[in-house]
């Protein structure tokens, strides 16, 4: 299976927009996408909406235990939010192109900041489980490039800049929110590999020596495929388990559950802090045209 289609990606992703785009209530300002575990979150917004995946045409559908799988349209604060309870994978057998069709779809809708975030494994032995770590910058060179292929004009650039993926700004809002909220915060570099297994421990020696603190199989494709669109961009993840070898105990996805559920209420003071916080950027941004070039 080719892990690309870019040849139809946009119309695909067009046709996802146009058959849901009437039951959509408003704008999204800011796109967030929960990870494993944490899905629970978008329950606490005041929502507006609901959309299934399966209701979407052409939608990618996320077969992942723990993750719903649909868009919820809400406030938080002052802050008109489209959240993704469930994200597609691309150890799930999808192209990349539809890995990343969510993100652009959120874009679509009008989303200028996407606000990423996963559960992963600790690679630093300085963390612990039960962690949350802001990704300062990602390692994604073991899994495709969400942009190979025929470039998607209407979206971005050729060739795209990666200096500067996640924003310090929203950086700088995420520790400020960590502050005020008394929750303790690491920072550091997330690697994507491709999964479903988890790592041996020569993997993570080896993400280790790449510069690696946490380890997982998401977000950095869709932050590239952000990116691409110069969205702002950041992320948390939660550091659910230790990685294969910096303890004894075999991993499970289980494990990635438990860890969530126990900092569940943290998490969610954390994440609606920064949302609310991050009004303060999204009223001095412009609102999105319709090409990402324009």
Same mark, same amino acid.
């Given at each position: 299976?080719?892990?690309?289609?870019?040849?139809?990606?946009?119309?695909?992703?067009?046709?996802?927009?146009?058959?849901?785009?009437?039951?959509?209530?408003?704008?999204?300002?800011?796109?967030?996408?929960?990870?494993?575990?944490?899905?629970?979150?978008?329950?606490?917004?005041?929502?507006?909406?609901?959309?299934?995946?399966?209701?979407?045409?052409?939608?990618?559908?996320? /077969?992942?235990?723990?993750?719903?799988?649909?868009?919820?349209?809400? /406030?938080?604060? +002052?802050?008109?939010?489209?959240?993704?309870?469930?994200?597609?994978h691309y150890y799930e057998g999808y192209n990349m192109t539809d890995v990343v069709l969510p993100t652009r779809l959120m874009h679509m809708m009008g989303a200028r900041i996407l606000f990423l975030t996963n559960a992963s494994g600790g690679v630093? /032995?300085?963390?612990?489980?039960?962690?949350?770590?802001?990704?300062?910058?990602?390692?994604?060179?073991? !899994?495709?490039?969400?942009?190979?292929?025929?470039?998607?004009?209407?979206?971005?650039?050729?060739?795209?800049?990666?200096?500067?993926?996640?924003?310090?700004?929203?950086?700088?809002?995420?520790?400020?929110?960590?502050?005020?909220?008394?929750?303790?915060?690491?920072?550091?570099?997330?690697?994507?590999?491709?999964?479903?297994?988890?790592?041996?421990?020569?993997?993570?020696?080896?993400?280790?020596?790449?510069?690696?603190?946490? !380890?997982?199989?998401?977000?950095? !494709?869709?932050?590239?495929?952000?990116?691409?669109?110069?969205?702002?961009?950041?992320?948390?993840?939660?550091?659910?388990?230790?990685?294969?070898?910096? /303890?004894?105990? +075999?991993?499970?996805?289980?494990?990635?559950?438990?860890?969530?559920?126990?900092?569940?209420?943290?998490?969610?003071?954390?994440?609606?802090?920064?949302?609310?916080?991050?009004?303060?950027?999204?009223?001095?941004? +412009? !609102?999105?045209?319709?090409?990402?070039?324009?």
């Amino acid at each position: 299976m080719s892990g690309h289609d870019t040849e139809n990606a946009y119309a695909k992703l067009s046709a996802c927009h146009e058959s849901i785009k009437d039951r959509i209530p408003f704008s999204p300002e800011l796109a967030l996408v929960l990870g494993s575990g944490l899905g629970g979150y978008g329950d606490t917004m005041k929502i507006e909406a609901v959309i299934d995946y399966h209701d979407i045409e052409g939608f990618p559908i996320s /077969t992942v235990a723990g993750h719903k799988g649909r868009f919820l349209f809400g /406030t938080v604060g +002052p802050v008109k939010v489209v959240c993704m309870q469930g994200r597609i994978h691309y150890y799930e057998g999808y192209n990349m192109t539809d890995v990343v069709l969510p993100t652009r779809l959120m874009h679509m809708m009008g989303a200028r900041i996407l606000f990423l975030t996963n559960a992963s494994g600790g690679v630093n /032995t300085s963390y612990h489980a039960g962690d949350f770590m802001i990704i300062r910058d990602h390692i994604s060179s073991f !899994v495709p490039s969400p942009l190979l292929g025929q470039n998607i004009d209407e979206l971005g650039t050729r060739f795209p800049d990666m200096c500067e993926i996640y924003d310090r700004d929203l950086i700088d809002i995420i520790r400020r929110s960590a502050r005020e909220e008394k929750i303790d915060i690491q920072e550091g570099t997330y690697i994507q590999l491709t999964g479903p297994n988890f790592e041996t421990p020569a993997e993570i020696r080896m993400c280790r020596a790449l510069g690696a603190d946490a !380890v997982g199989m998401s977000t950095a !494709v869709e932050a590239m495929a952000a990116n691409h669109m110069r969205m702002k961009i950041c992320g948390i993840s939660c550091i659910s388990n230790m990685a294969a070898g910096i /303890t004894d105990s +075999p991993l499970t996805h289980q494990e990635v559950q438990e860890t969530a559920d126990r900092r569940a209420a943290d998490f969610t003071r954390l994440i609606t802090r920064c949302v609310i916080n991050m009004n303060d950027v999204l009223s001095g941004m +412009p !609102v999105r045209t319709e090409r990402a070039d324009e």
